[in-house]
């Protein structure tokens, strides 16, 4: 059987979790699109994909109220190695799935709003 290209995978995951959060189930499928991509090529830092399956698992999750992060914890990551502590193909997957992670996203915003110049430094106290 043919695996699902990344547009396949999203309606999939729409169509069985119409309720769930479209950003989360759309990165689900990029997410799973980029292990079958990587697994392709010669040096390749992991050594299985992402499933159908398993995003399937993950988007109900994400369904029931678990954010993208908590949800490829218990889905997602127990399918890759550990073995290798920073090279790990786990290691290299939580990277992967951080880049998609809306509150690392939403708090890298708002760190950047407080952060910013319009901020008078002289109104803070100490």
């Known amino acids: 059987m043919d695996l699902l290209d990344k547009q396949s995978e999203y309606e999939l995951l729409k169509y069985k979790f119409a309720e ?5 189930l759309n990165a689900l499928a990029e997410i799973a699109d980029t292990t079958r991509q990587l697994i392709k090529t010669d040096a390749s830092k992991i050594s299985t994909i992402v499933s ?3 995003n399937v698992e993950a988007a109900g999750l994400i369904y029931d109220g678990f954010t993208l992060m908590e949800a490829a914890e ?5 399918y890759f190695s550990n073995d290798g502590g920073l090279d790990s193909e786990r290691v290299f997957m939580k990277q ?31």
């Open 20 to 24: 769930a959060d479209d950003y989360s």
């Open 52 to 54: 159908t399956r398993v």
């Open 74 to 78: 218990i889905a997602i990551l127990p």
């Open 96 to 126: 992967l799935i951080q880049k998609f992670n809306k509150s690392t996203e939403d708090e890298s915003k708002l760190f950047n709003e407080v952060t910013d110049d319009s901020v008078d430094s002289t109104t803070i106290t100490w």
